[in-house]
C-alpha cells in the first residue's frame, strides 16, 4: 500500500485522506502534552512555518501510550498546543502507534523504516533507557517513545525515520532536500 491509501481521523472526528496531501512533504509525529519532549512543538511549529509554503505538512497525531503523557480529549490537546506553543499544523484524533489497536497508518510507517536515526553516544544511551520503560514498544520496529517522527517525500515514500530525540531543527537539510 501506498501512505496515500490511508485515511485518519481528524481531531473532529471527520475522515481525512492522505491523498489529499500528494506532492507534499510531510513529517509524521506522534506526539503528547506532558513529555519531557512536548518542547519540541516548538521547533516542529518553526519548521512549518519556515517549509509550509513550499510544500510542506506536520502531520500530529497525539498519543497517550507513553507514561500516559497525552491525558486530555482531542480538543484539549488542541488548545494546550495552540496556546501554549501556537501551533497551525494539523492534529489528529489521538491514537495507538503499537499494539493489536495501533493506527494502520503507524504499521505502514514502522514497516517502512524499522528503527530511529540515531546519532551519537548520548542519544543511543538515552534511547535504550527509554526503550526499557516503555511498556507498549515489544517487538522491533514498534514506536519507543512520544516525538518519533517519519519524513515522507513528495511521491508519498517513508524516507526517514527519526527518534524522540531529534530535534526538528537538526533535520531541517533533509526537508529542504525533498522540498
Known sequence: MS???????????EEFSLASLKGKVLLIVNTATGCGFTPQYEALEEIYEAYHDKGFEVLDFPCNQFAHQAPGEDEEIHEFCTSKYNTQFDQFKKIEVNGENESPLYTELKAAIAEDELNGFKNKAAMAAIS??????????????????????????IVKRFSPISDPADFAKDIEALL
Open 3 to 13: 501512505i496515500y491509501d490511508y485515511k485518519v481521523l481528524t481531531r473532529d472526528g
Open 132 to 157: 526499557k520503560i516503555s511498556t507498549t514498544c515489544k517487538k522491533p520496529g514498534d514506536i519507543k517513545w512520544n516525538f518519533t517522527k517519519f519524513l515522507v517525500d513528495r511521491d508519498g515514500n
